[in-house]
Each structure stands twice: as structure tokens, then as C-alpha cells.
């Protein structure tokens, strides 16, 4: 079985191309190059971009079916962002080193999201109590790796 063009694009082309892209109309995108519209939906499974958290945010359709979202060491200030997109399949979270990462940001993610396995938040320094991290960790009962480590908000509760 031969793959499709669309399937052989490299993650970084991709990315420029989704970035671009106006997501409401992917379903349309679909009726023109199914191939096409089934790769950029695919690679917006995993996010490693902040352009392309961006591109997404107000897309509940899209966000919803993101399972992988790493964005250490991001630089951009992306707390109104993270803290009000809804992440319904999201099980990998890296936002380790992301120093915009505050109490609020932590909170938000807390209402919108539920399935995460792996979660990564090491040297966030902005995040200042543990209340915002205990929501988390509870509404998140499936996680199998936490990274607190340089996190000076944590304490024993």
C-alpha cells in the first residue's frame, strides 16, 4: 500500500502549514484533500509549538483531541492560553521550565483537563501555592509521572 504525499510531510513543514491554516474550515479542507485534512489532524494530536497551541486555542474541536502537549522551556507567555483550552484527551503535559507558568494558568488546567498520565512542571518558579497544584493532581487521577522538582510551591499536603 502506497502512503499518501500528505503522510510524508515532515513534522516541522506541517507545523509552517497548520499555522496558517484557518481550523474551522478543516472539515472543508476534507472535501477537497482527505488525505491532506487526515495528516493535519494527526499532527495536531501532539503539540510542540506555541504558534500552534495558539492556532488551536477557541477550537474546541481541535484541542479536544490533543493527546501530547510539550512545551518546555517555552519562553512565550502562554497562561491565558494553557489555562483556558480544553484539553479532553490530553495525557502527556510538559511545561517544565515555562516560567509564565503561574497559580491561575495551573487552576485553569485544572477545569479542562481530566486524562492526564504524564505530567512535567519542573522549574516552574511563578507557581506560588500548592492549592492550584493539589487541584490538578486531583482532577488528573490517572497520572503515573509528576515532576515537582524546583517547584518551591509544594509542600507536604
Known sequence: ?????????????????????????????STVNSDFAAAVSRRLQIIESASVLQAI?????????????????????????????????????????CQWLDDSAVTG???????????DLYWSAAIKSDTALCHLIRANKGLR??????????TDR
Do not use: W
Open 1 to 29: 500500500m502506497a502512503e499518501s504525499p500528505a503522510s510524508t510531510l515532515g513534522v516541522g513543514l506541517l507545523s509552517r502549514v497548520i499555522s496558517y491554516l484557518d481550523l474551522p474550515s478543516l472539515p472543508e479542507v
Open 57 to 97: 486555542a477557541g477550537q474546541p474541536s481541535v484541542s479536544e483531541r490533543v493527546t501530547d502537549c510539550t512545551l518546555h522551556f517555552c519562553q512565550e507567555d502562554l497562561s491565558s492560553v494553557i489555562s483556558a483550552i480544553n484539553f479532553g484527551q490530553l495525557k502527556h503535559l510538559d511545561l517544565s521550565a
Open 109 to 119: 488546567l485544572s477545569h479542562h483537563t481530566g486524562s492526564l498520565e504524564y505530567l
Open 145 to 154: 509521572y509528576l515532576s515537582l522538582s524546583g517547584v518551591k510551591a509544594t
